[in-house]
């Protein structure tokens, strides 16, 4: 059962427009939806996080938006570059135990087109 | 500072043969977590080391995996033997502080396991 569902799997976007990516989630125990950005040969590294408490966050081009009833949060990228191509991961922390640790979506692949 | 590093950075090994792989988190991170994507999908939580302790190991597949960590520093995640679906990108994170939220949590390159 995936816990978290990302969408679209792949994105092609022109330089300068905006690109968004979806996610669900089911369990309203989730307390912390960060967005993971992973180059090619490299791992995960932390984008931009959100607390449930907010409806909004932006970083630079960066902004989430966070809907907690529909249990939907999604990532904007306003004027989207070239050098934004990789792919992209949500995620939430849950508690599991004495044990927290991130439940992530499936990823989108951004191709920002020059 | 350096960050988490893993080895090898891919292997490839025949069904039924033995494979470790390697996690050197970052100095004086005592939380230490590893995940695995399969074909695409998500990246699955594996399990979770407090210094040498597992804190968590729920997302162990089953048997054929053994993950230590000695003297609490860096990690390895043996399996034993390997399967075709066992296949998949291997990370290794690790942070200072349980909680991901007072602490970033980094993660390495990947190990990219490929079992045929």
């Known amino acids: 059962q995936q816990q978290v569902k990302q969408s679209p799997q792949s994105l092609i976007v022109q330089k300068g427009g905006i690109s968004i990516i979806n996610c669900a989630y089911e369990?309203?125990?989730?307390?912390?939806f960060p967005w993971y950005q992973q180059f090619p040969g490299k791992g995960p590294a932390l984008l931009i996080a959100?607390?449930?408490?907010?409806s909004e966050k932006k970083e630079g081009r960066f902004t989430i938006s966070f809907n907690k009833s529909a249990k939907q949060f999604s990532l904007h990228i306003m004027d989207s570059q070239p050098g934004d191509s990789a792919t992209y991961f949500c995620?939430?922390?849950?508690?599991?135990?004495?044990?927290?640790?991130?439940?992530f979506g499936s990823g989108t692949q951004l191709t920002v087109l020059p | 500072e350096a960050g988490v590093t893993q080895f090898p950075s891919h292997s490839v090994i025949e069904k039924g043969q033995t494979v470790t792989l390697r996690c050197d988190p970052i100095?004086?991170?005592?939380?230490l977590y590893w995940y695995r994507r399969v074909m695409g999908k998500e990246i699955k939580f594996l399990l979770h080391?407090?210094?040498?302790?597992?804190?968590?190991e729920s997302g162990m597949p089953n048997n054929r995996f053994l993950a230590e960590r000695t003297g609490g520093t860096y990690s390895t995640l043996k399996v034993q033997p390997a399967e075709l679906e066992d296949s998949g990108v291997y990370f290794c994170?690790?942070?200072?502080?349980?909680?991901?939220?007072?602490?970033?949590?980094?993660f390495g390159q990947g190990t990219r396991l490929t079992v045929v």
């Open positions: 994170a690790s942070s200072q502080f349980m909680s991901f939220t007072n602490t970033e949590a980094f």
């Open positions: 369990n309203t125990a989730f307390d912390y």
């Open positions: 959100i607390r449930p408490d907010v």
């Open positions: 995620a939430a922390r849950g508690e599991s135990g004495s044990a927290r640790q991130l439940t």
């Open positions: 100095s004086g991170h005592d939380n």
């Open positions: 080391f407090v210094k040498e302790s597992k804190q968590d």
